[in-house]
């Protein structure tokens, strides 16, 4: 049944608009009747009570923000009669002893079609990796991706050249400015794709960044701990690194943090310094002779049967909307339960985007050490913010606020329900790998990018990126899956979305319902199956620069 508004906890004292409501409009829920003094657009709040200047408002039980002045019943809550707040937290607080898990019944005996690493892991992918240590080496990776990816069939951008030929020839043909604007190339578009000589392997992803040098000698070993991520990741058969030889980010240190998470590693791995080979030439030669010797390698792997509980799955969200915390990410949250209820490890992210949350998520914590780490970082990291002029408060983004998230905890409370119920059982500062199944919380920024570059790099063999607002991103080696809060969005973007959960705004299925159909799809893409982020060639990675630059 379609409902015109939501309350979302039963101490809340705002409703959502689950569609556009004009003034004067009478809504109910739970038996209170309460009539718009103005109009409420689709995705915002409107006061359920009368709020005085100071007074708090509450969203999904917990401290969101307080009235900058009187806000009548039935009033819009907005940026300018609204700010945000949040409740302190105390990590000492009583923890929950218990945790009741979903009924997994249904999963207990399912597999999915993955690659068997020797460690014991099993990615959803089998991708050869190509990367730079230090930014000096990117033409060189562009010049190999030139060189490898179209010959081996693994292009995958459509081509819009024809469409620029096309405007040529009507230019030629005396067309004028407002015919060429009026005339659709659709048809142009082409994709182009050869028949791969390397049936097993899923493609060779080329990373490029900006780091490895300038920076303090911190920087060069976060990004070495996250490049070791990627390639000792299960997603990955192995690797071809570039260095340039005198950058800060060293061979050595790329190689002992490899060792860190792999003290067995014995993957592919061919490292190459240009300073001690000479010429570009004899760089990339060796480079392509190499890269292509380990694709034979990895082509060997064929896709074997594995229990759910070898996945690790990373919750991320982007472009996130007034829906986004009452449909996309609570049904990601079920499948975070169902995923830990199997013996399975999810990733939860984004410190930015909990505030607001931190008791709950202390009072979920297995122990007092782990509360303390997470009470640790999130202090540490908001007070680095404030240093700079910032702070959390200024997370949302433009198009959140225009949706509906008009304060940071307003956003993070509807964003931690990606998380679940789940115990909390270990923290990690970026970029350190998942080693315990269970819902772990990972140290990121709140930028969407960072932090899904992130969460791979610590593990996560598939990413889920719930939106509201539209987001197409992707990452080099994880299928990132783009969950839709919304239908309308579903509708008009369906090039990027994989799974539209607008039906649970629509009251069509349930938040559970969701989830379990999320969870199907999740082992369909485990399995191989392309998400959109794949088809389109979308393989983002933004690493995370923590320090100033030298």
Partial sequence: MKHLVAKIHPQDNVLVALTDLPIGTPVTWDGVTVTTTERIPAKHKLALEFLAPGDPVHMYGVLVGKAREAIGVGGLLTTANMKHATDSYDEHHQRRAEWQAPDVSKWQDRTFMGYHRADGSVGTSNYWLVIPLVFCENRNIQVLEEALVNDLGYARRKSYQPQTQALLELMQAGKSVEEILATDLH???????????????????????????????????????????????????????????????????????????????????FILEQQKLGTEETLVSTALRQTFAGLMQANQLQRQPAPLSKLCIGLECGGSDGFSGISANPAVGHVSDLMVALGGSVILAEFPELCGVEQELVDRSVNTATAERFSSLMKAYGDSAVAVGSGFDMNPSPGN??????????????????????????????????????????????????????????????????????????????????????????????????????????????????????????????????????????????????????
């Fill in 401 to 550: 606020i225009r949706d509906g998230l008009i304060t940071d905890a307003m956003k993070s409370a509807g964003a931690a329900r990606k998380g679940g119920s789940s115990p909390v059982v270990a923290v990690l500062d970026y970029p350190e790998p998942v080693t315990q199944p269970g819902l772990n919380l990972l140290c990121t920024p709140g930028n969407d990018v960072e932090s899904t570059t992130a969460e791979v790099g610590s593990g996560a063999t598939v990413v889920l990126f719930t939106t509201g607002l539209g987001t197409p991103t992707g990452n080099p080696i994880a299928p990132v899956v783009k969950i839709s809060s919304n239908t309308a969005l579903a509708k008009r973007m369906p090039d990027i979305i994989d799974v539209n959960t607008g039906t649970v705004i629509d009251g069509e299925e349930t938040i559970e319902q969701a989830g379990e159909r999320i969870l199907d799809y999740i082992i369909r893409v485990a399995s191989g199956e392309e998400v959109a982020a794949v088809r389109h060639g979308q393989t983002d990675f933004i690493p995370w620069k923590r320090g100033v630059s030298l």
């Fill in 187 to 269: 048809s142009a578009e082409i994709n182009q794709q050869k028949v791969k000589p390397f049936p097993n392997v899923d493609g060779i992803r080329f990373l490029s960044h900006e780091g490895g040098c300038g920076g303090i000698r911190q920087d060069a070993q976060t990004l070495c701990g996250l490049l070791a991520g990627y390639i000792t990741h299960p997603n990955v058969a192995g690797a071809t690194v570039l260095s340039l030889g005198c950058q800060n980010a060293q061979v050595s240190m790329l190689q002992d943090e490899i060792n860190k998470r792999s003290p067995n590693f014995n993957k592919p791995l």
